[in-house]
Every structure is written in structure tokens, then in C-alpha cells.
């Protein structure tokens, strides 16, 4: 049996019920909505590479994080791997497993630990469209022009290990989080304007 809400008298001062707005958020609201969630997007595609296409995939597939332009004219790709099994995966060089033309060498790994590891391996390119990694069916290639820029201030050790990249990757997400913090409560700011009346500031929210 439903129960009946009985009033006992006027409600006392500051003491109101909540009333609820349910008046849809405005335009200009919604676009920065719309910004805060594709700058969340653009943060997460820096920190996971698009791994390339292939007509059969295995269950480890290449990634290319970035290239670094050097010095003395040549660049270098920085490779990883993301593994999707729940175990290592032992691939040995050959047709599953390597880098070509045959003149990079051997540099990629032929053992993969599972979930997404970056900057396992660097190759660096004097002249030429540059490497292809071909492993477990997927065949990925680095380009200069079309692949992802690494951080101005990577610098990447003589072994090719990935700490340094690995950092530059890491800040890239920080600044994405703190874009997107900042994009919601400019936001919320426009709600509360649009509801008060009032006049929203033109300077950024920090």
C-alpha cells in the first residue's frame, strides 16, 4: 500500500526541498562537453598505438609509439609490442618475426611478455622510406611523414632503451587529464551561468 506524505505546517527557512533542473544543458555547454571527451580521446591515442592492418592477426601485435628526427639527418622509430594472451609468447626471428629491408638487422625481440610494452626496440634510418616490422601476421611500418613525432625532449639511450620515451609518453596522458579536468569545470561553469543569468568570465578556468 503506497504511504501518503503528510505536511505538518509551512516548511521553516532554509529547510526547502531540493528541486531538481532538468532544463537541457546549452549549446555552448554542450561544446565544451564535446571538447573535454575528445581531448580524453587525443590522450589515450597518444598513449596507444594503432597497431597495423593485417589479413591474419596473432596474438601479438607490433606498435610503432613514435619517430625522432636527430641531428645529423637521420630519424629513428621506436617500436614496442602489446601481447594479448595471458602468457609469454615466444616468437623466433624469421618470416613470423622480422625487420626488414634485411640491411636494420636483427633488433626486435623474439620473446613477448603479455599486456602492451613501448619502446622495446629502436631502429634509426640514414636514408630510405624506413623499416617494417613484419610479426605474428601483422605487417607495420614506420614513416617519417605519417607516424606520430616523439616529445621534443626524448632522448633516447645508446642501447635504444625505452625509459626516456616512455617518461615523454607518460607526461603526454598527464597534460590530456589535466585538459580534460579543466574543459569540465569551464563546463559546469557555463551551466551555472546560463541558469543564474549571469555573465561567463572569457578568461580559461584554472
Known sequence: MPMRRTTGGPTAPGHEDPVMDSRPPSPRAR????????VAVVAVVALIATPGAASAKGTVVPLLDCVLTNGDRTWTAVFGYRNT??????????PRNKVT????????PTTFRPGTHRGVFTVTVARGAGPMWHLDGTNLAARL???????SPTELPAEGNSTGVVIALAGAGVLGVVLVRRAGRRARALEVAARDGARVPSHPLG
Open 145 to 151: 611523414g605519417s607516424a606520430t613525432a616523439c616529445p
Open 101 to 108: 629491408p634485411v640491411t636494420y638487422g636483427v633488433p626486435q
Open 31 to 38: 561544446g565544451f562537453l564535446r571538447r573535454a571527451a575528445l
Open 85 to 94: 594472451s595471458g602468457s609469454a609468447v615466444s616468437i623466433p626471428s624469421g
